[in-house]
């Protein structure tokens, strides 16, 4: 009898992270919403990018600072935060009667993201043995991803069935589901007596939020500029606090570890590369002739169903590779799938297969990744520890949409795509750019230092 309750606790523990985790990339669904949102609200085109900049901002300038609170406050008290402030920002974005509101409400969802993100990885790796933690990351990597394809392939009829709204209302239950669930997890540890760095805390949010602005603002210098000088005083003083604090955000001197340095930017850098299948993918498929939208959106879906796979297999391949070794391979992987891409991408068969392949090298990379750094931190920092591979994917999402962009754009594509040769030399040069970026970061990846150790 104890040990099938103890099988029960483990599986609501798990459920309700992998629940509260999964309403997080379902915002694969709000992509789908843009066009209708625009309408309902009257907006000019170019609107629509606070929609995702308000979100992306508060998850990412929270991330590392909601992971501290987990390590010292319990990861399952700030989960259950997470969840709370998830569920109300879906009902208020769904009952939104303006567009600054609705940013508004966007902004307290993506402080949810925030919160539940930072703790999700410790939250799952603690639910398992630590002989188990591959398999643990396999499971929340492959979920994430699942929840990625799923709120893409769902939100064609969802919306054009019950309208707009839908794509926030249908995740309220999700996050109320998972909090419910979340009650049930363990008790939070109340061994440790660190102090929260509150003035760290600001200055480290200050940094992230101009650092993000920044990069989203890079085709014009004359606010990328001031933002980069508010970036480099922010970080200066961040850094300055966590030396002089007791009881450090996260500890920097870790960063002086050459492999802990490498896997991070290499992990920024692959999923800046990464990026340029959703990013420009979408606007190759509306240029093949005949292609039923729900099919576009079912070829879109093959990334995220190639990262399911790829994060699966991981976990069982930790077992018996070196964690480097498939990195590596990953970051080839990536730089396949997008070669591929650029060599056939009128052939939808041919430009699936280039995406599924993609998206399993990215699978692969993100569990050997978490492994790394989680391996790298004390088990009571895995709260800082999955928020910095979180923040990471973040950072290298932002920039890509910045970067491949601009590449994009000079390589000569301008607002009238419709001249095939141009688009098709634009596309060419931004997906080129993304396979060269992810071979460089597995050739990087090859002469990687030893392993990095816990402290």
Known sequence: MPRARNRAAHFIGVSAVLLGTTVVPLDSSVNVDFPFITSHFGLPLPAIQWLVISYTLATASLMLVCGRAADLFGANHVFLAGCACSAAAFVLCAIAPDYHLLLLFRALQGAGAGLVLSCGPALITSLHAEADRPRALGIYTAAFAAGAAIGAALAGPLIAQL?????????????????????????????????????????LVFTITCLLLVLNRLADPTIALPLLAATMLGAAGFVRQQQRSAHPIIDLRRFRQPRFAVVNLASTLLNLAAFAV??????????????????????????SAGMVLGASAAARLLAHSSSRTLLVTAA????????????????????????????????????????????????????????????????????????????????????????????????????????????????????????????
């Open 278 to 303: 959703p990013l420009l993918v979408p606007f190759q498929l509306a240029r093949v002739p005949q292609l039923p939208v729900a099919l576009g959106g079912v070829v879109l879906a093959t990334s």
């Open 332 to 455: 080839w992987l990536v730089a396949a799938g997008l070669l591929g891409i650029i060599a056939m991408p009128d052939r939808i068969a041919a430009l699936a297969l280039s995406m599924l392949v993609q998206g399993l090298g990215l699978g692969v990379f993100q569990v050997a990744y978490l492994d790394q750094i989680t391996l790298a931190m004390p088990v009571q920092d895995r709260g800082v520890a999955g928020s910095l591979g979180m923040l990471t994917r973040t950072l290298g999402i932002v920039s890509g949409a910045s970067l491949l962009m601009i590449v994009f754009q000079a390589a000569g594509a301008t607002e009238a795509v419709n001249a095939d040769e141009t688009f098709a030399a634009s596309f060419r040069a931004a997906i080129l750019c993304a396979a060269t970026l992810a071979a460089l970061v597995g050739l990087v990846l090859v002469r990687l230092p030893g392993r990095a150790r816990s402290t």
């Open 163 to 203: 309208g707009w709204t839908i794509v926030f209302s249908f995740r309220a239950p999700i996050a109320a589901a998972a909090f419910g669930l979340a009650l049930f997890l363990p008790p939070a540890s109340r061994s440790r007596t660190d102090r929260f760095d509150a003035p760290g805390a600001v200055l």
